[in-house]
């Protein structure tokens, strides 16, 4: 399934690291910003992740909850999270099912690996609709945040 803008985001339901449920369904009223990656703990995913949390106030100022996700269980990303001090939910995706659902999970990655995120990007309006929609097919490469920002700043 491949989602476009436009079109309303997938509700989910997904675990934080502090073992809180977290539904999307409950963001109504504020912008979101996904942010799927392959792996906690790898070089690409830590830098993507430690910018964001370094411009956090940037999408706080336009009312946006940032969420990264990923297929690591909700234990190694509290560690992960911990590390690199992010100031951001970070869910687990560990059945693979959102990622599925939002069209960004490789079939097959590195070392035969079945069911990674790929590294992908999705702004959500307040009202529950894609605005921005960005899969990335190189793990090595970033989503495009000054695309991200300006939308992000239409819809504040």
């Known amino acids: 399934m491949k989602l476009a803008t436009g079109q309303q985001a ?22 979101v ?3 799927f990656f392959p792996f906690a703990f790898t070089s690409t995913c830590t830098a ?3 910018a964001t949390r370094d ?8 009312n946006a909850q940032v969420y990264g996700i990923s297929v690591d269980a909700p234990y190694s990303l509290k560690v992960f999270k911990e590390e690199q001090q992010l100031n951001f939910p970070l869910l687990s995706d560990f059945n693979k099912t959102v990622s599925e659902t939002y069209g960004c999970i490789y079939d097959r990655w590195g070392m035969e690996l079945k069911g990674v995120s790929k ?9 529950g609709c894609i605005q921005y929609a960005e899969i990335l ?5 970033i989503p495009n945040f000054e695309a991200i920002k300006k939308v992000l700043e239409s819809l504040s």
């Open 55 to 62: 411009d956090i106030a940037f999408y706080q100022n336009v």
């Open 48 to 50: 993507e992740l430690c």
């Open 10 to 31: 997938p509700d989910f339901l997904m675990y934080d690291t502090d073992k809180q449920a977290v539904r999307l369904s409950e963001q109504q009223g504020k912008n």
């Open 33 to 35: 910003l996904l942010l």
């Open 137 to 141: 097919e190189n793990a090595g490469e």
């Open 119 to 127: 590294r992908s990007a999705f702004v959500i309006d307040k009202n």
